[in-house]
């Protein structure tokens, strides 16, 4: 497939439907089909493909998300930088509704979500995988975390720097001990959906980070009744549009040639199947 993009998004409607020349594309990938075609068109001078998370029409819950099918069709457009913005719950005080914190590490719990390309079995072109294990102590690629921080401050929001994303299965949200627990390792905020796809991009030498948008104090950081999905989506919508403007701005600020490590996660090694985009920079 033709480079069409540069750069990946994943997120709604709600961040491309306005963009001049969007271009539907439909990808079929050896893992199946992602949640939805690929967006394309130009922003800020680059070729950015968005691909809503759960489907156009929200159909499709975090555990039933295919993260591998996703982050593969993003990197077969030639996206080479992802962002992944999502909503989060705050596991502290004083990140509350309207926080934006830019994670530098994750904490995997989600139970049943493939997150390798790896798994031994082999592909449709009857070609195996061989068994890869990435580095992983850093999840989060710096350069993509700091375009998001500066585009932030420039509008204004004042961005907490770094900070743990952990990641549950959902679709429910968490019990009050389970919330205390998680903000009792330190952890800053909680979500569903961060996750694998930090791993996924890594393993296909994509540099990936995430903004989140805290949308409400997690059960364990607050007094009342708990989370609700209505006060979710009340408060993801009061902020949409300022976390369209940074989203886009953080595109922007993205370098046109990679100098991170991201790009060399294999470290070499011969992964057995042809990876999307293999070879490119
Ligand atoms: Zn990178």
Redesign the pocket.
């Known amino acids: 497939m033709s480079e069409q993009a540069e750069i990946g998004v994943i997120g709604g409607s709600g961040f491309y439907s306005f963009l001049d020349d969007v271009t539907e594309v439909t990808v079929e990938t050896p893992y199946g089909a992602p949640s939805d075609s690929l967006f394309t068109g130009e922003l800020a001078g680059r070729r950015v493909a968005f691909l809503p998370r759960h489907g156009r029409k929200h159909h499709l819950p975090p555990h039933r998300i295919n993260y591998r099918a996703n982050m593969w069709a993003l990197a077969s457009v030639g996206a080479r ?1 992802v962002l992944g913005p999502c909503a989060v719950g705050g596991l502290r005080a004083e990140y509350g509704p309207g926080t934006l914190v830019v994670p530098d590490q994750l904490v995997d719990r989600t139970k049943s979500r493939a997150q390798t390309y790896f798994d031994g079995e082999p592909l449709p072109d009857g070609t195996v995988p061989h068994v890869v294990h990435v580095t992983f102590a850093d999840p989060y ?4 975390r700091q375009a998001s921080l500066a585009a932030a401050r420039e509008h204004g929001w004042d961005a907490v720097d770094g900070g743990t994303l952990c990641v549950v299965e959902g679709p429910r949200f968490s019990s009050r001990a389970e919330s205390l627990w998680h903000a009792a390792q330190g952890w800053s905020v909680v979500g569903m959906t961060g996750h694998p796809e930090a791993v996924l991009a890594r393993e296909l030498g ?4 995430s903004l989140n948008l805290v949308t409400d104090l997690d059960a364990g950081a607050e007094t009342g009744e708990g989370v609700s999905h209505e006060e979710v989506l009340r408060v993801f919508g009061e902020n949409v549009g300022r976390l369209r403007t940074v989203l886009f701005d953080a595109v922007a600020k993205l370098p046109r040639k ?1 100098e ?4 060399d996660a294999l470290g070499g090694i011969d992964p057995g199947i042809e990876l999307p985009g293999a070879g490119r920079e």
């Open positions: 930088q690629c710096e350069s993509g994509l540099c990936y980070s990679r991170c490590a991201c790009g």
